[in-house]
């Protein structure tokens, strides 16, 4: 109980944070941002997922939010200076686990909630 407290405080200050920081990036980046936000929900999706399964593990979930974002962001950028759409890769890679574990938890909590 007291883990999903700090949880819900973690979400409010980053959600309140968010709202009223006046932080600002060019709109070339927006690429970029783009991808980088996609692996990050990825790594939340999967980290939520693994708690329902009781496997979740924060060493895991930090080098996953970070490092999938950086790769993204990169994989974006490299492809940008080569011509090559390559950020359509961190696209389909991380839209497909993105929904993914969104089906299973949505399969999780159906079947919490009514198998009572």
């Known amino acids: 109980m007291f883990k999903l407290v700090i949880i819900l405080i973690g979400l409010v200050v980053g959600v309140l944070l968010g709202m009223y920081l006046p932080v600002t990036y ?3 980046y927006s690429l970029y941002m783009s991808v980088a936000i996609l692996a990050a929900l990825d790594s939340v999706f999967g980290a939520i997922r ?3 399964e009781k496997r979740f593990n924060t060493a895991i979930f930090v080098s996953g939010f ?5 790769l993204a962001a990169f994989l974006a950028y490299i492809g940008d200076r080569l011509g090559v759409p390559l950020y359509y890769a961190a696209i389909f890679a991380f839209g497909d686990r993105l929904f993914q574990n969104f089906a299973i938890i949505r399969r999780y909590l159906i079947d919490r909630f009514t198998h009572k």
């Open 66 to 70: 970070f490092g999938n974002a950086i």
């Open 50 to 52: 693994s708690h329902m």
């Open 26 to 28: 060019s709109s070339s």
